[in-house]
């Protein structure tokens, strides 16, 4: 079962990755060609983002595939951390990306020299607009497999679209402003679109963190956890349930009363059937060890 759940993941997240290699390398050609017919540095600028996005979702594919294999010898509890590697690795080009957005910015505020920048045409802006429907589209696309599928990583990918949507603003912003006779707008822009970038990369890393260093669960999926171990015939008490995240799966410990004076052979069977029922019913959950107690008198 869990094997089928793991190409089925697998599966969904190649797919949106191919589709999002697509769209990045069709959107970046757009607008380089873009902003060399209407003379938009901005534009060409927003094009080297877009194309720096396919490098992330190849990223992407990689921690995908490797995090799905089987496990071995070596890693006898599989890959599923390799896919929070991916993310880190993507938090950190986000940074780097929002980071240079930022620096350019401010480089050309505190130089004053707006009166040297060309004026852009109204292609640029067209292209501007969008790339900004074109990624936003692609951000909720891959933000829901990321969700359907617990993975990380394209939630990390997500992000990075939507920090293209947010430079492609600023780009239309500073285009825009440009054409009114304020090309110090799109430098503002430019370090505002910073700080949500860095915010978005920030959670990325925590949340990859979280899934390495084994933080528990949230309490709605641990009441979900104790709600299916409760509904279990034969089960008397609930005397501990510890959760931690490996990777995008879950794994599960939990310490079950039951009546003392039961056979051995009936004690296991009611550890069993709480143990497949948290496995089938909590999708994430990797494995679930469940240890019986007697009930006190």
């Known amino acids: 079962m869990d094997s089928v759940i793991k190409n089925t993941d697998k599966q969904t997240a190649m797919k949106v990755s191919a589709v999002s290699i697509a769209v ?7 607008k380089l060609l873009a902003g060399i ?5 901005a534009m060409i600028s927003d094009a080297v983002h877009s ?9 992407v594919m990689i921690g995908v595939t490797i995090a799905g294999k089987k496990s071995d010898d070596e ?3 599989g890959h599923e951390r390799l896919e929070c590697v991916a993310s880190i690795i993507l938090a950190v080009v986000l940074l780097a990306t929002g980071l240079g957005i930022g620096a350019a910015g401010i480089r050309n505020i505190v130089s004053g020299k707006y009166e040297q920048l060309a004026m852009p045409g109204i292609l640029a802006m067209a292209a501007a607009l969008v790339s900004i429907a ?14 359907k599928i617990n ?18 603003i600023g780009a239309f912003v500073g285009i825009f402003g440009s054409r009114l006779g304020f090309p110090v707008l799109d430098s503002v822009a430019s370090v505002i679109i910073c700080v949500f970038i860095g915010k978005a990369s920030y959670d990325i890393f925590m ?13 709605k999926t641990v009441d979900e956890i104790r709600s299916i171990i409760s509904a279990q015939e034969g089960v008397i008490n609930i005397d501990d349930v510890r959760t931690r995240l490996f990777g995008s799966r879950i794994y599960v410990d ?16 009611i550890a069993e059937r709480v143990h497949d029922a948290i496995e089938g019913q909590v999708k994430a959950v990797k494995h679930c060890m469940v240890h019986v107690n007697p009930a006190e008198k």
Request: charge should be negative; glycine fraction near 4%; proline fraction near 0%.
């Open 51 to 59: 194309a720096s996005d396919v490098f992330s979702t190849i990223i």
């Open 254 to 269: 939990v310490e079950i009363a039951v009546d003392g004076d039961m056979c051995l052979k009936d004690a296991h069977l």
């Open 75 to 77: 890693h006898q509890y």
């Open 151 to 168: 993975s990380s990583a394209l939630m990390a990918d997500a992000w990075h679209h939507r920090s293209d949507a947010l430079s492609s």
């Open 24 to 30: 990045n390398l069709l959107l970046s050609v757009f």
């Open 207 to 219: 949340d990859s963190i979280g899934k390495l260093v084994d933080k528990s669960c949230d309490k």
């Open 134 to 147: 074109v990624k936003e589209w692609m951000f909720w696309y891959t933000r829901a497999a990321a969700k």
């Open 37 to 41: 017919l209407a003379k938009s540095g």
